[in-house]
């Protein structure tokens, strides 16, 4: 197998900030995306080599694929770029991962399951924040309590680092796709929008939110759970946006509203407001006699620190050839503990 992976979205702030732990922890991407100028800059920089190519050219991602082992998507929102990569990767028999939280790309790579085995190739999203953490401390808690029929996901991020802009700009994508929750195995739009409950992330009990999280689609593929929701401390202006009715959601369809809730986008977070930021997973399974089990997860801060050692961890393993073909999570690809694998994260399981 080639020793070489791509990382597609380098210019980007999540994309630079992990090509650049990438370089420190002596791996050598290969660097992609559109903008030739800040690509090249950016290499030359981390002395490594680039690929420009338009995810609208699949003879030129092809050809960009075709002498590396893995592909690392970085450039989102992932509803819009995620099917040209995976189409190539499946063409060329390149592994794929990617950062995605979105439930319509874990719903759309899921359907390509097949394919992927047939070439032999892994397809596994989600290997930042979104979801290793959630999905690994979710299957966990299955082993703890492998009756459970309901898990519970939250988290809370603890100091000043916000959300990388590409995150907020996802986010405001998707508000017409709305919330979802797992219910007797099967992904619905909860009756109750908004609900919020308390939540003990070790320092006593903060108001968390529900919100349309990633793990209420991946946690069901590791777990086989019918039942899961998940939760975050979130922002007042996220709450409102989390707020809006249903039948106003079609209204966020439209271009022009989404581009105007945009400028509010603010820049990512600096690397001392990272440094001083820590996120807290809390987990809850249940069965239906009432036996419970809780488990926590302590770590960095979770856009980019934790992002970027859960997603190159991923990419060793595929390099040593660990990597089983087709649809994957996870937790199902690298088993319960591979969040402990990221430096700085630690697990407590409550009584």
């Known amino acids: 197998m080639s020793s070489a992976f791509l990382l ?20 050598r991407p290969i660097l992609a995306g559109r903008d030739a100028v800040r690509l090249e800059k950016l290499a030359t920089e981390l002395g490594v080599e680039s690929r420009v190519f338009d995810l609208h050219d699949p003879q030129k ?8 082992a893995v ?14 990569i995976v189409e190539a990767c499946l063409r060329t028999g390149t592994h794929y991962l990617d950062l995605t939280g979105e439930l319509p790309v874990y719903e759309a790579l899921a359907a390509r399951d097949a394919e992927a085995r047939a070439r032999g190739i892994m397809v596994l999203p989600g290997v930042g924040f979104d979801v290793v953490p959630t999905d690994c401390l979710a299957l966990h808690l299955k082993q703890r309590l492998p009756s459970a029929t309901h898990l519970t996901l939250a ?10 802009p590409g995150t907020q700009r996802t986010g405001i994508e998707l508000i017409p796709y709305g919330n979802r929750v797992r219910h007797n195995g099967r992904l619905e739009r909860p009756e109750q929008a908004p ?5 003990d992330f070790g320092k006593g009990p903060v108001q968390v939110d529900r919100i349309p999280w990633g793990d209420v689609f991946t946690a069901y593929y590791s777990t086989g759970i019918p039942n899961i929701e998940d939760y975050s401390v979130v922002p007042k202006a996220m709450r409102q946006l989390a707020a809006i009715p249903n039948y ?29 930021t820590f996120t807290h997973v809390w987990g809850e399974v249940e069965d239906d006699q009432g036996h419970r089990a809780v488990s ?30 087709g649809f994957q999570t996870p937790a199902l690809a690298y088993g319960p503990d591979f969040v402990l694998e990221c430096e700085g994260v630690t697990r407590v399981d409550l009584d």
């Open 8 to 27: 597609y979205g380098a210019t980007g702030f999540t994309g630079e900030a992990i090509a650049r732990v990438a370089i420190e922890h002596g791996l």
């Open 195 to 199: 609900k919020t409950r308390l939540i």
């Open 296 to 325: 926590r997860l302590h770590g960095p801060e979770a856009g980019i620190v934790w992002t970027a050692r859960a997603a190159l961890a991923a990419v060793r393993k595929v390099l040593a050839n660990n990597a089983p073909p």
């Open 248 to 276: 106003l959601l079609p209204l966020f369809k439209l271009a022009v509203i989404r581009n105007l809730l945009k400028r509010g986008v603010k820049p990512g977070p600096t690397a001392d407001e990272r440094s001083r």
């Open 155 to 164: 988290f809370q991020g603890e100091g000043p680092a916000g959300l990388p």
């Open 71 to 84: 592909v690392l998507h970085c450039a989102g929102p992932f509803v819009y770029t995620s099917k040209p």
């Open 61 to 68: 991602i092809e050809q960009a694929f075709k002498d590396v």
